[in-house]
């Protein structure tokens, strides 16, 4: 009998042992087609478009798109916490909420919020999503669907069935593995860009919180949307000419991880391939 019990005890110890990611979750390719091609096309609403709103309440109440989803990007993360952009790690309980909301993985959404004059709320929100495994998600200023606009509170959608979390893992790093990979920099080999406010990157230079080993160029995060919210294609060739090529590794950071979140969005969707948000942000490298 103890020839069986302990095989089992130590196999019960092994799978308790795993992290959260490994553990109850699959991971899968990256592909970005969806996306990319997405971005090509014209932003038509229709039947098999879910529309989600990462706006305030109020805003949403005020003045939104008939058939919306009211939903936060705070709903995913501890945001009352002192690192309040990352992440939860119950996966499973996010997905059922987009479950409950209609959204599948191969839902076609897109996520409107305030643009270039908000704090990159949906391109956040986006991110989450594309984490999860939804694989195609657009973002867009909300008025550029200004016709469309309504006031009054949006009728639920028909929940799907619950959907296990399929984990885009490529496109977030975490603590360890910035602080790693961030070495590599002053090589080149890995590229940083820090989309804070120009004010706030020079205050606290060009290293990040003292360490010089960990470079990043500034690009704030506005500069990677147009005035439509829509990811900026005029960065293209802003990138290049600074050294930061389509093919090439790039990590993202910002104070919390929402606006890096969003310009990770925006890269992705115009092409990059490898991108990395760090959305325990610059907050966790300081106080953790």
């Known amino acids: 009998m103890s ?3 302990l095989p089992f005890l130590f196999f019960a110890l092994l799978v308790s042992c795993q992290s959260p990611e490994t553990k109850l979750y699959s991971k899968f390719d990256a592909d970005y087609s969806a ?3 997405g971005r090509k096309k014209k932003l038509i609403l229709n039947k098999d478009v879910i529309i989600v709103d990462a706006r305030k309440r109020f805003d949403h109440t005020m003045l939104n798109i008939p058939g919306s989803i009211l939903l936060s990007w705070e709903e995913f993360t501890d945001h009352r916490s002192e690192r309040p952009g990352l992440l939860q790690d119950d996966y499973s309980r996010m ?3 987009l479950a409950r909301l209609g959204i599948t993985p191969d839902t076609n959404v897109i996520v409107v919020g305030y643009g270039v004059h908000g704090r990159g709320e949906e391109g956040r929100l986006a991110w989450t999503l594309l984490y999860l495994g939804v694989k195609n998600v657009q973002v867009a200023e909300i ?3 200004k016709k469309h606009l309504r006031q009054g509170t949006a009728q639920p959608r028909e929940p799907v069935p619950y959907w296990k979390p399929k ?3 490529p496109i977030r790093i975490r603590k360890a593995e910035f602080l790693e990979l961030a070495k590599s920099a002053r090589q080149n080999k890995v590229r940083i860009i820090d989309v804070r406010s120009e004010r706030e990157y020079l205050k606290g230079s ?3 919180f003292g360490m010089p080993e960990i470079t990043a160029i500034n690009i704030e995060w506005r500069e990677f949307y147009n005035r439509q919210g829509r990811p900026n294609l005029d960065l293209i060739s802003k990138l290049k000419a600074i050294g930061i090529h389509f093919g090439d590794s790039i990590v993202v950071v910002s ?3 929402i606006r890096s979140a969003a310009v990770t969005t925006a890269l992705l969707t115009l092409g990059y391939q490898n991108v990395k948000n760090y959305d325990g942000g610059l907050v966790e490298i300081k106080n953790y």
């Open 255 to 257: 104070n919390k991880g």
């Open 95 to 97: 997905t059922q909420r």
């Open 3 to 5: 020839r069986i019990i």
């Open 167 to 169: 984990l885009l893992s």
């Open 35 to 37: 996306l990319v091609e």
């Open 206 to 208: 060009t290293a990040i």
């Open 143 to 145: 008025h550029l669907f």
